[in-house]
């Protein structure tokens, strides 16, 4: 969000955030593509750049290595910026009150920024091993809520975690949710009109606090997507063949943990077509690297099941394991990136247009100038980072486009693309307007003024024979002339409109001399139009 405390920076929010230095736990991350280690280019980082086509690897590469690695070669860098914290090492979790907590570990924390789109998106992957079904499908169910959706009659926060705490490297808690703290989420909303961020994620995300906080911030952010964020998952199981239908369904939509593995989350009809929609299947046999592997993807989440006793879906280097971490995990922060670009663009109009006062000229103004500025940044996104097709690799298309259509992402741009040029086909059509406006005016001036310089001007005639008089009569005389003369222009000006009426009813022939005289009459008419 804009901020007017802080200095204007050429290269985007990531550059305060790098500019903060030690006050902040961000520190930007080199990659493994733009790194000055050539070693560290392993072979699943090749794997995962020629998965992608080349327009793709652009954007989330750049164009390659170059001399310099500073400010001078953002050009050529990768339009996505990276930043991580290593201070958090696990999370404790209480998935219900009663429940045994739960501890993951934490293997990155980060935030990606986009060159010229004023999104963040936060990345946090967390792991863990023996955990039953039931623990994982509540760990997806609860864990990824930026703040409670309600609280049942006992004043316990429905939906989300029971407890979460952030653990550091010493195992000391660095900060803890506070959702079962009703009274301040119902006043925050009450005062500010907006969801207040629980305390674990607001933590997360410091410096950057929410544009709704009272705290203090120069990086300021606002909630553009649904509150629960989207995921992924990777799920290595003993036996997934032992999965019932409703299993999937539930890991598929996320809807949670039930006592009852018969028991379906929606109406039958409705889940009538589930392995159509949801589910890719390519992999789904006993046969191959890594047998029974399947894929659910319902946009908001893309969870792969595949047996633990394969070392192929296993593995972290070659097999789907670093598929998923890599090639899956660019495709899914993709479609979302995009999804929240147009939200961005879709919630910037709104703004635009709330603080407009029509009959304010500086707000016209600097609505007219905010209108502009999205076109040409929605021109911008469109070439740079709008694309349908982001691989040819047969899965990684498969499930970019699963993604895509689940989120709508097609019928959302459209919407956006026409209301954005909607409202600057209205600007073009305004200030046309005004053009012919001012050409109407100033043809009624120089129409009137033509009269009085023919009539003084016929065969060179002079009114007043001054050529011989003394220098201070002459300017006396062209001082009162260009007085009367500037006078009669104005107020000819302000009669403008009235007198171009007076000039349509004089050059048509259908009204009488009567009515042509009353226009003339309404030029000096109080209050006529």
């Known amino acids: 969000m804009p901020n007017a405390d802080a200095k204007q920076h050429n290269h985007g929010p990531w550059q305060a955030l790098r500019d903060l230095g030690d006050a902040s736990p961000w520190r930007e991350e ?3 593509y733009t790194g000055h280690d050539v070693d560290g280019f392993q072979e699943r980082h090749y794997n995962e750049f020629v998965s992608f086509l080349p327009y793709v690897q652009r954007f989330l590469y750049g164009e390659g290595r170059t001399r310099t690695h500073g400010s001078n070669s953002a050009g050529s860098d990768s339009p996505m ?8 090492a696990a999370v404790r979790l209480v998935p219900q009150p009663g429940d045994a907590p739960l501890t993951l570990s934490v293997a990155h924390c980060d935030l990606y920024f986009f060159f010229d789109v004023d999104v963040v998106l936060l990345n946090l992957e967390v792991y863990a091993d023996d955990l039953s079904l039931a623990q994982a499908q509540e760990l997806l169910y609860r864990f990824g809520r930026a703040f409670p959706a309600g609280w049942d009659e006992h004043g316990a926060a429905l939906h989300c975690m029971s407890s979460v705490e952030w653990l550091g490297a010493d195992g000391s808690v660095l900060a803890r949710s506070d959702a079962q703290q009703r009274a301040a989420f119902i006043s925050h909303v009450a005062q500010h009109r907006a969801p207040r961020i629980a305390a674990h994620w607001d933590f997360v995300m410091h410096p950057l606090v929410s544009d709704h906080s009272d705290a203090p911030g120069l990086l300021r952010y606002r909630q553009i997507e649904y509150y629960r964020m989207p995921m992924m998952a990777y799920l290595a199981l ?8 409703t299993d999937f369904i539930r890991l598929a939509l996320v809807t949670g943990a039930s006592a009852s593995h018969a028991d379906l989350p929606y109406a039958e009809q409705h889940m009538a077509d589930f392995e159509q929609r949801y589910c890719y299947d390519r992999f789904w046999s006993n046969t191959g690297p890594a047998p029974n592997t399947r894929y659910l993807c319902n946009g908001h989440a893309l969870v792969v099941v595949g047996e633990a006793r394969s070392a192929f879906f296993r593995d972290s280097e070659r097999g789907v394991l670093a598929q998923f971490r ?14 929240a670009a147009l939200l961005m663009f ?3 109009l709104v703004e635009a247009l709330r603080p407009l006062d029509i009959h304010s000229l500086m707000s016209v103004k600097a609505f007219k100038r905010s209108i502009r500025s999205s076109f040409e940044r929605f021109l911008r996104f469109t070439h740079r980072y709008w694309f349908h097709e982001i691989s040819e690799q047969a899965q990684v298309r498969a499930l970019s486009h699963l993604c895509t259509m689940h989120l709508g992402l097609d019928p959302l741009y459209s919407e956006v693309k026409e209301r954005i040029a909607d409202m600057n086909t209205y600007l073009d059509a305004d200030s046309l307007r005004r053009q012919a406006n001012t050409v109407v005016r100033l043809t009624v001036v120089t129409l009137f003024g033509l009269i009085g310089t023919i009539t003084t001007g016929f065969l060179g005639m002079n009114l007043l024979a001054e050529a011989e008089a003394p220098l201070w009569r ?6 009162i002339v ?5 006078s009669l222009t104005l107020y000819t000006m302000v009669k403008s409109q009235r007198l171009s009426d007076f000039i349509d009813a004089l050059s048509n022939d259908r009204l009488s001399l009567r009515q042509k005289l009353a226009a003339l009459a309404r030029v000096w008419r109080p209050g006529s139009q």
């Open 326 to 339: 890599h090639q899956h995990f660019l495709l899914f922060l993709i479609a979302h990136f995009q999804k």
């Open 346 to 348: 879709s919630d910037q």
């Open 474 to 479: 002459k300017a006396m005389w062209f001082g």
């Open 238 to 245: 003993d036996d997934p063949r032992q999965l019932s239908r």
């Open 81 to 88: 910026r990276t930043f991580r914290r290593r201070d958090i």
């Open 482 to 486: 260009m007085v009367a003369t500037a």
């Open 30 to 32: 080199i990659e493994e």
